[in-house]
């Protein structure tokens, strides 16, 4: 078994590209004609990002929106970067809402956290050990 890719479910697929994208620097690897569904071309997992409508089809039991919650929902996504403080400032420029500043770890790690318009909680870290 391997990880092969992570979707998030948002309320617009296209916003969702353009903001990671523009916050990120990942680019679009895939868009179904649709528009219900896009990917970024991050390495060998994916990040995907599927309309709601999908999820309402998968999930009869319903799921929770998470540009909707007024807290983040109790999960990340963590992208690895050389300079935090400024892939930070990248993200709030271009819309992410600040959740933590970058700061050092204990374990030498520096890390932040933003909220991107979609909801999506984001981590930026320096790698483990570097």
Known sequence: MRFAYTIIYVPDVSAS???FQSAFGFQPRFVHESGTYGELETGA???AFAAHALAESNFSCGHVEAHRSPQP???EVG???EDVPAAHAR???AG???IAPPVSK???QMVSYVRCPDGTLVELCSAVGA
């Open 17 to 19: 590209l353009a903001f």
């Open 45 to 47: 997992t994916a990040l």
């Open 73 to 75: 929902l109790g999960m």
């Open 79 to 81: 992208f690895v970067t």
């Open 91 to 93: 993200a709030v420029a």
């Open 96 to 98: 992410a809402e600040k």
């Open 106 to 108: 204990p374990w030498g």
